[in-house]
């Protein structure tokens, strides 16, 4: 027996998932008419071609900065896919925004706590995730999530996406008010464009100071430099590097006569950065 399909149960399934209508239709078909059922058809079918893309690389997407609307949390969610195509397509952007929306509500520890959040319609991200790749034809997938919370609810954390969606940072001051927020977002492009590892000296690594070190002496070495001096030597080297690689040394990108610590400091004496977090597709 035909089952007779109408046009506004395929709209109400496409409005639903977000699937082709074809695809809506075909499912409503299979289903029997059963909304359900043809919501579970689509699903199975994202397990389907998630399954047969685990192992493509997803190097497109998008990367979303949302903060509070006091500004006391902030977070950045990099959804990734395969192509510039799907990336560039305002329902996927839009997608991104809404998983980025819950992790701001919720601010899991991590990816795999994100994906367990309720999505909507009594389905998680996770799985609302596996049904787009159904519905996009791509793999799909949270490849990062950074979030960031002023230390007992003291200071803001300012937001600033990069490129069209390819990179965001959100950069946690200790001090309030407006007059930080057109600083901080020149500070938060800094970060973007500057890639500083660490806040100051004190945020390096060991592991990566006493690598600096290392290199400088043996640059030193190399040179001919007498062995008495290379460690002093080494050390002018290390505090080059933290000059170059830490956020508050670093040379302020709008006007090279100061370091970023100067010009937050002549907006504000006490204004300074306590974290920052950067998240670039590639």
Known sequence: MDIKISASDVKKLRDTTGAGMMDCK??????????DKAIEVLRKKGQKMSAKRADREAKEGVVIAHTSENRNKGVLVRLSCETDFVAKNEDFVNF???IADIALQNLPNNSEELLGLDYKGGI??????TEQIGVIGEKVEVSQYEKIETAGGEGQVIPYIHMGYRAGVIVSFNVEGTHVVEPGKNVAMQ?????????????????VVEKEIEIGMEIARKEGKPEALLDKIAKGKLNKFFKENTLLNQSYVKDGKMNVDAYLKSVDPN????????????
């Open 124 to 129: 998680s991200i996770g799985e609302k995730i």
């Open 96 to 98: 991104a925004k809404e």
């Open 191 to 207: 970060v973007a464009a500057m890639k500083p590892i660490a806040v100051d000296e004190s945020g390096v690594d060991s592991a």
């Open 271 to 282: 204004l300074t950065v306590v974290d920052f977090k950067h998240v670039a597709l590639g």
């Open 26 to 35: 075909k499912a409503l078909v299979e289903a029997g008419g059963e909304f």
